[in-house]
Nanobody
Framework: QVQLVESGGGLVQAGGSLRLSCAAS????????MGWFRQAPGKEREFVGA????????YYADSVKGRFTISRDNAKNTVYLQMNSLKPEDTAVYYC?????????????????WGQGTQVTVSS
């Protein structure tokens, strides 16, 4: 089992940047595929991006492609979400999630482990 704690959220103006971090407990972090999701008020939780256990493959939602970058440091048990050119519509609670498996899931159902979330607010 893995426990996840997100950090780095906050208030930023449109066009600005934030970097979210997700720290994982346990000695087997390097075996987990990691995902980032977000949930805005009144909306369903949606996929933002994901990274394979090795870091060799990344996936992004069309809405963030070219603006967000996922990376991981397995030595630090941490996955990152660098968010650039932020827009007001990026405002949401951002969650990281972890899952074992050969295939990286792009849906919430594919992740059994979740962090508590961190709020990102982008002002216009």
């Amino acid at each position: 089992q893995v426990q996840l704690v997100e950090s780095g959220g906050g208030l930023v103006q449109a066009g600005g940047s934030l970097r979210l971090s997700c720290a994982a407990s346990g000695r087997t972090f390097s075996t987990y595929n990691m995902g980032w999701f977000r949930q805005a008020p009144g909306k369903e939780r949606e996929f933002v991006g994901a990274i394979s256990w090795s870091g060799g493959t990344t996936y992004y939602a069309d809405s963030v492609k070219g603006r967000f970058t996922i990376s991981r440091d397995n030595a630090k048990n941490t996955v990152y979400l660098q968010m650039n050119s932020l827009k007001p519509e990026d405002t949401a609670v951002y969650y990281c999630a972890a899952a074992l498996g050969m295939r990286v899931s792009l849906t919430t159902r594919g992740y059994p482990y979740w962090g508590q979330g961190t709020q990102v607010t982008v002002s216009s």
